[in-house]
């Protein structure tokens, strides 16, 4: 499945997230995925729809998204399946 139309594309998703599930929920999922990437062996991937509900993907890919933007040592695959630590 191509999951690539989760990308991130602009920050107004934050704010929506934010009013739909609430600033805590929302902030809590992210930093669990933040850790997890932190956390990941050097040359390893993470199959995404392998360990998050299809509900999140789209959350959880846009943060993975954010992450990329300051740790540039990760990237996407082509369909946003996989994150990779390089």
């Given at each position: 499945m191509d999951?690539?139309?989760y990308r991130?594309?602009?920050?107004?998703?934050l704010a929506e997230y934010r009013e739909e599930r609430g600033r805590e929920w929302v902030d809590n999922f992210m930093g669990r995925v933040y850790r997890k990437l932190m956390e990941l062996p050097v040359n390893?991937?993470?199959?995404?729809?392998?360990?998050?509900?299809e509900s999140n993907i789209d959350l959880f890919i846009?943060?993975?998204?954010?992450?990329?933007?300051?740790?540039?040592?990760y990237e996407m695959n082509y369909?946003?399946?996989i994150i990779r630590r390089l």
């Open positions: 999951y690539s139309k991130l594309n602009d920050w107004k998703w390893n991937s993470i199959h995404i729809p392998s360990i998050c509900e846009k943060t993975c998204c954010m992450f990329i933007l300051s740790n540039p040592r369909d946003y399946s």
